[in-house]
């Protein structure tokens, strides 16, 4: 069983950065993939960004590519995701997912079994 618990979420405006981590605890592989979505109001959860937690193989969703990057500490067992240039669009709350499940897509909501319960981004304009 894995927990997660996001923090960082905040209100900024529109150009600011913000960096978001994840705190990931319990029986935690080395083969497991760390992920970031986002839910804004009215929309479905969109994928953010995922890290494999072993090496650093990392993937992007084509609207955050370039603005958000995603990184980890494996000592640590954190995840973070720097966002900059925020707009508000990039409103929403923000959730931590991860999954032990190797080969598969790492792109929808589907593919992850571990959430957060989620930190909220408000991005003013």
């Known amino acids: 069983q894995v927990q997660l618990v996001e923090s960082g979420g905040a209100l900024v405006e529109a150009g600011g950065s913000l960096t978001l981590s994840c705190a990931a605890s319990g029986v935690f592989y080395s083969t497991y993939v760390i992920a970031w979505f986002r839910q804004a109001p009215g929309k479905e959860r969109e994928f953010v960004s995922a890290?494999?937690?072993?090496?650093?193989?990392?993937y992007y969703g084509d609207s955050m590519r370039g603005r958000f990057t995603i990184s980890k500490n494996s000592a640590r067992n954190m995840a973070y995701l720097q966002m900059s240039s925020l707009k508000p669009e990039d409103t929403a709350i923000y959730y931590c997912?991860?999954?032990?499940?190797?080969?598969?897509?790492?792109?929808?909501?589907?593919?992850?079994?571990?959430w957060g319960p989620g930190t909220q981004v408000t991005v003013s304009s």
């Open positions: 997912a991860a999954t032990g499940a190797t080969g598969g897509s790492v792109y929808e909501v589907d593919d992850y079994n571990y």
């Open positions: 890290i494999r937690w072993s090496g650093y193989t990392t």
